[in-house]
């Protein structure tokens, strides 16, 4: 699948701010299931913009603004072609929760079974989690329950709660938007050795009747490490494996390492913030950029 994403944040100050610092994580990543054919980022007042790659091996572009300012406008525009990691008739079952204790020493996984920032893995959590887990001795299909328990479960209501809110809170109440639920399973999974990495990026909703949530913004979703199978992404907002329609932009450990826009300036002014995001269907082409017909797809 080829799909076309245009992300645009703007942030507007009631006085004009200065020596703004920026972070941003909007780039999506290269891997065996996602490539990046383009991508663009535009940041007016005009800057020059740098960029590396974090920890976890995401892009990260960053730039300054010294002169006073009253607003900031980023956007991005990418092109992405992705398919499905794993095979949707033959699932990752057979990784039992007996071999996990193996993670602690995969550099890969230590990462993602420890506490951080917004995920703390306390004994109500983890009395919790073993609730959901019941007689599974299978790491997908315990992953795939916690999924289904939060889905079923949890109210999905914007503006209870903001981008710090804790994993415990989140567990506490219930509630809350695609980014709480993420933490909300990242919570239970480590805190019965599974590990789970949060992930931030974008959805193309498929469906006739558009009924998936948060197709509208910046999504964002769960990986737990399958043994062989690697990392398998579940999205327990809409209840999914993640397929296709997918698109993975950064990792981390939680929100605070993957947030799309990090940043601090000089001022004593609130701000405003306005967020757009669409994404499209693009036709399929092949290698020479020419659409295939369907029976040679």
Known sequence: MRLRVHHRTEYLYTAPVTDSVNELRLSPRDNS??????????????????????????????????EPHSRLTIETWATIRTKNKIDFENLPFGFHHGHLGKCKSLEDCYPYIQDSTYVERTPEIWKEALDIQGFSEDVFQTSYCIMEYI??????????????THASEVIKTQEGVCQDFSHAMVAFCRAIGIPAR???????????????????????????YIGEAGWVGLDPTNNKVIDDT??????????????????????AVKSGLQVQVRIEQLPDKGALGVTLPENKR
Not at 151 to 164: C, D, I, K, L, P
Request: hydrophobic share 35%.
């Open 33 to 66: 299931f996602q490539n990046c054919e383009s991508s663009i980022i535009s940041v007016l007042p005009a800057t020059h913009l740098t960029h590396y790659i974090d920890m976890n091996g995401n892009k990260v572009g960053h730039f300054e603004i010294a």
């Open 151 to 164: 889905f079923e479960n949890f109210q999905y209501r914007s503006g209870a709660t903001n981008v710090s």
């Open 198 to 224: 949060y992930v931030s990026g974008y959805f193309f909703d498929a469906t006739r009747d558009q009924s998936l949530r948060g197709s509208e913004a910046s999504h964002a979703w769960v990986e737990v």
């Open 246 to 267: 997918y698109i993975i932009v950064a990792r981390g450990r939680d929100y605070r390492e993957v947030a799309p826009v990090t940043g601090v300036y000089s001022g």
